[in-house]
């Protein structure tokens, strides 16, 4: 009897991680993060996304579609106008042009946002 239900509980470990192990690698949306609980700042947070990633494209004379990313006054109003956060969640479309910034990446600025856009 006891070793039917461990060889039972032996065959269903394997099981078990191979999930556990298949859902990890697949999670790469943002909703399936667990939830930030810290303030979002720009200055502590935000700001080093930004020119790590889009400044060298959005700034200057020459910025892409005509779009300032440099600072806490341009940044922000892109956010609120929109555009910056759907083409950094836009899978077809990302921006940067590269391919989509991680989730955890994404997420910080979603907080941002929803915690109204906090500088400092
Ligand atoms: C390699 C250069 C490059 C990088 C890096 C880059 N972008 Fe862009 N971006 C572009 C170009 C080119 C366009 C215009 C064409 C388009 O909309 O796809 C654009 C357009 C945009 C637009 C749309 C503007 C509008 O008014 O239609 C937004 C928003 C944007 N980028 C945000 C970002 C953000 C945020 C980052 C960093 C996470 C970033 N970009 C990184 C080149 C870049």
Redesign the pocket.
């Known amino acids: 009897m006891y070793r039917k239900l461990t060889i039972l509980c032996l065959a269903i470990i394997p099981v078990v991680l191979y999930n556990c192990t298949t859902n990890t690698l697949d999670e790469g949306d943002v909703e399936d993060l667990p939830p930030i609980v810290e303030t979002v700042t720009y200055d502590d947070d935000v700001a080093a ?2 020119t790590t ?6 700034s200057g004379p020459n910025a ?4 300032q ?1 440099t600072g806490y006054a341009n940044v922000r109003a ?1 956010a609120e ?1 929109g ?2 956060v ?3 969640n836009n899978s077809a ?1 990302p ?4 391919g989509q ?1 991680p989730p955890e990446t994404r997420q910080i600025i979603d907080q941002w946002i929803i915690d109204g856009y906090l500088e400092n």
Not at 64 to 67: D, P
């Open positions: 996304i930004i990633n889009c400044v060298t494209c959005h892409n579609a005509g779009l990313l892109a106008q555009n910056l759907n083409r950094i479309n921006m940067p042009p590269t910034l």
